[in-house]
């Protein structure tokens, strides 16, 4: 059983340390955010302000009753500064200055100022230039009140600052938590990262076996079933020749052995060339074909390729190799065997009297050699798949085959650093053409060239 990352324990323990490391971090950018808030609120300019515009109030109506004795003045204008510094006082006892005041351990100063004013209201209406006790009782009280504000100013200000100070000094200590919290969280999230990695390669390489594990069986029952069909038509065809022999021993005339013995023989090719191409693709597969590169002659080893075909087929090969290099750097065993694979199916899915033809030719730095059939062609949507293992188009139904020539010989062109292509029509023919790199032995402390065959 494949165990997820994310159902490990070790994964679940991380990513639990990760989301409470998350939410402290969470909660400190809020409380630094409210800190920032408050601290952008503090009415510590507004009080320095307003008590300060209350004491110029303040000693605006001292020196308006002064005017106002000496008559040059009216009541009106005594009146106005009064209710002047009057909504003045007001802003010192609502809202968030009240709580300011409070704060400032004032409520009784601004409570003083505010029993003044309302003793002086009633006296305004009356006020007279020659009343002089009265005006002075009014410049004093005004003067007395310009002083407190004076002093609350200045209490304002310097508990503003106090204020600011532990404001900072709380953000700064908020900071500095961020900062650990954002360290510790990035560690919990490398943590995090090395657990669903390492668990991640591990599901890999778990479900990487599992698929080659499923790849082997499925090969395998592919191989079965290409043994249990392909090996069939040949040994029923020996038995059935070896039984009529039997029965017939004693009547059988030369010309019937003669061809009783030829499809015997027939059939073990067949046999022989079966086993031969699955036993040297396993062989390639797992490494066991070592791969030996020296100089070969193309033209010599693509002539002992034709030679090697049944002889009623090899007078339907042409060859065009002019432009073919003769002498290069291969294998020449296994590059042989790639074009005795390609010949071999050409002429087996081709008909009886056409030809094959196999051109040769030199293109920049690459080698090609093609052979190109009329024969029944590979559907376009199948092309991609010509190279895998055991694999047959379904144009191929009807004609016997493993499936195995063509991956055979897609190998032996990677190890010659090539490949294989194909150009295919169905029910047209099909062009394939090996492409590999040209090393001329001439480049190399190689040996001489040597004939294949």
Request: proline share 3%.
């Amino acid at each position: 059983m494949i165990i997820r990352p994310w159902m490990s324990r070790p994964f679940m323990a991380a990513a639990l340390a990760l989301t409470v490391l998350f939410v402290i971090l969470l909660a400190a950018v809020i409380r630094l955010a409210v800190n920032e808030n408050r601290l952008a609120g503090e009415p510590a300019e507004g009080v320095v302000w307003f008590s300060s515009q209350a004491q110029f109030e303040a000693m605006r109506l001292a020196d308006s009753v002064l005017l106002f004795e000496m008559g040059q003045v009216a009541r009106d204008e005594v009146i106005l500064r009064f209710d002047l510094l009057d909504s003045r006082l007001r802003l010192f006892e609502e809202g968030q200055m009240t709580e300011r005041v409070v704060g400032m351990s004032y409520q009784n100063e601004i409570a003083g100022v505010r029993k003044i004013l309302d003793g002086q209201r009633g006296q305004l209406t009356g006020l007279d230039r020659a009343d002089a006790e009265g005006l002075n009782a009014l410049h004093d009280n005004a003067h007395a009140v310009s002083l407190t504000m004076r002093d609350f100013a200045n209490a304002g200000m310097l508990d503003g600052r106090d204020r600011q100070e532990a404001s900072r000094a709380s953000r700064r200590q908020i900071l500095l938590e961020i900062f650990g919290y954002l360290l510790a969280t990035l560690a919990a999230g490398v943590l995090v990262s090395i657990i669903v990695v390492r668990n991640y390669r591990t599901m890999a390489q778990a479900e990487a076996a599992l698929a080659q594990e499923r790849e082997v069986s499925r090969l395998h029952r592919a191989f079965t079933s290409v043994v249990s069909h392909q090996f069939r038509t040949p040994l029923s065809i020996i038995d059935a020749s070896s039984q009529r022999m039997l029965r017939r021993a004693t009547v059988m005339t030369a010309d019937e052995i003669v061809t009783r013995v030829s499809k015997i023989r027939n059939a073990c090719q067949r046999l022989t060339r079966l086993m031969e191409s699955t036993l040297n693709a396993a062989r390639l597969e797992q490494g066991e074909i070592a791969f030996h590169a020296r100089s070969c002659n193309l033209h010599h080893l693509i002539a002992a390729a034709c030679d090697n075909q049944p002889e009623q087929d090899q007078s339907r090969i042409e060859c065009a190799l002019e432009r073919l290099p003769q002498l290069v750097i291969a294998d020449s065993t296994l590059l042989e065997q790639a074009i005795q694979n390609l010949l071999s199916n050409a002429l087996k899915y081709s008909p009886p009297d056409s030809l094959v033809l196999v051109r040769g030719t030199q293109q920049g730095s690459d080698v090609l050699i093609s052979v190109a059939d009329r024969g029944v062609g590979i559907p376009a949507d199948e092309v991609r798949f010509i190279s895998e293992r055991f694999f047959r188009a379904r144009t191929a139904e009807g004609i016997p085959g493993t499936g195995i020539g063509l991956n055979f010989v897609s190998q032996i062109m990677a190890l010659h650093r090539g490949r294989i292509d194909v150009d295919s029509v169905e029910g047209k023919g099909s062009t394939f053409t090996l492409i590999f790199p040209y090393r001329s032995p001439a480049k190399l402390a190689a040996a001489s060239p040597e004939p294949a065959g």
